[in-house]
């Protein structure tokens, strides 16, 4: 049982990850005009998957993305401002991750001490 949820749990996170979705749907999914979209990879705000051919493949995530910075340049924060944000959001999460393991660690050493 336990194997099923761990798969279903991989699916989903590759659902998300999968660069999938050409440059129209992104466009049209996200809100934005394709040409945006070009601008914001050349300005490496998001990095979309890419095709053997070089055709842009944009993910579930990366969509989630171009939301956000749509949020952040409507606040009125410029691009250099967007990738220093999307930067620090992104060691944020990989920090918490970090911190999770250590306290799963820290637990496993407390259980084995109390033994």
Same mark, same amino acid.
Request: charged residues 35%; without cysteine; proline residues 2%.
């Given at each position: +049982? ?18 999938? %979705? ?15 979209? !070009?601008? %914001? ?8 998957? !890419? ?6 493949? %944009?993910?579930? !995530? ?29 060691? +944020? ?16 050493? +407390? ?5």
């Amino acid at each position: +049982m336990s194997e099923g949820k761990d798969l279903e749990k991989k699916i989903n996170e590759l659902d998300e990850e999968a660069a999938v %979705y050409v440059i129209s749907v992104a466009a049209e999914l996200s809100g934005l005009h394709p040409q945006t979209l !070009r601008q %914001y990879d050349r300005l490496g705000l998001v990095s979309p998957g !890419r095709t053997s051919g070089r055709n842009r493949r %944009y993910s579930l !995530r990366d969509i989630a993305l171009l939301r956000n910075v749509t949020k952040l340049v409507d606040e009125g924060i410029n691009h250099v401002g967007i990738k220093r944000i999307i930067e620090l959001e992104s060691a +944020m999460a990989n920090l918490s991750i970090e911190v999770a393991k250590l306290r799963i660690e820290v637990d496993e050493l +407390m259980k084995k001490e109390n033994k």
